[in-house]
């Protein structure tokens, strides 16, 4: 069952989530879902029989586009969805859902791993939580009620109560002792503390945890190509294979060089 954080917030896991989709809920009238996938068919790959009606209210995307101006764009109906997908990266998707579609259902794609980029999407969870907390209660949950969940429900604490990460997990853990964050999410409730309870694009502790990320995300490309390339000395042989080998080393250099110009390096 749901454990109760504070007036009108719930904490719990995925089997919580779906007994309120299922049955209704006299308490809980808004839920969260962070799991790998926003769509509410995640519940039926972990049970064929969880299949829940639902009305779609909106799709929110991030901007890939450094040049963009803003950082987020509501879903347009003039676009396709094929389209969207070429431009933009989901945030979030907002639907009625359940029992008489009388939940609203925010569902957010994140995974449980300590690479995952959990600052981004703070704000839109944070912003959902308060509103549903003054129009009802809010059940966040992800699959286990453990990391992801619980890092949320921090971030929230944090910025509402004004508490150290620290401070905001003890007093979490009070209402539900078993949780705990990644060592990634921690992190990153860290920095979250250190931008005074925001997530600030121009903070110096914001930019150097892209440039981490870009640079980890640089890294697994170069092994992949690594890997490639090693594969192809032992496939390809004469001239073609030489092409072949020094047109890896040419994307190598040209990503190292991309990289490095986004900042001024």
Known sequence: MPYLVREN??????EDAAEIL?????????ILSVLSS????????????????????RKVYFRESKQEEEQLV??????????????NK??????????DLKLVRMGVPLRDMERENLLDYLDVCLDFIDNSRKQGSV??????????????????LMR?????????????????????????????????????????????????????ILGELWLCKTMWWSTNLARGRHVLSGRSGVV??????????????SFWSLYGG
């Open 244 to 257: 072949e080998i020094r047109s890896t080393g040419l994307m190598n250099m040209n990503a190292r060089l």
């Open 22 to 30: 299922v049955n209704g809920s006299e308490e809980v009238t808004h």
């Open 139 to 156: 059940l966040v949950h992800c699959f286990a009620g453990v990391s992801r969940s619980a890092s949320i429900i921090t971030a929230y």
């Open 38 to 57: 926003a769509s509410i068919s995640f519940f039926s790959e972990w049970r064929s029989e969880m299949v829940f009606p639902t009305k779609e209210i």
């Open 160 to 212: 509402t109560e004004q508490l150290s990460h620290e401070d905001a997990l003890v007093s979490l853990r009070q209402s539900c002792e078993f949780v705990c964050p990644n060592d990634g999410f921690l992190e990153q409730l860290k920095m979250f503390e250190g931008m005074g309870f925001k997530v600030d694009p121009t903070s110096p502790i914001y930019k150097r945890f892209h440039l981490k």
């Open 74 to 87: 509501v879903e347009e109906e003039s676009e396709t969805d094929s389209d969207k997908k070429k431009k």
């Open 90 to 99: 989901l945030m979030c998707l907002v639907e009625y859902a359940g029992k």
């Open 9 to 14: 917030l719930y904490i719990g896991n995925i």
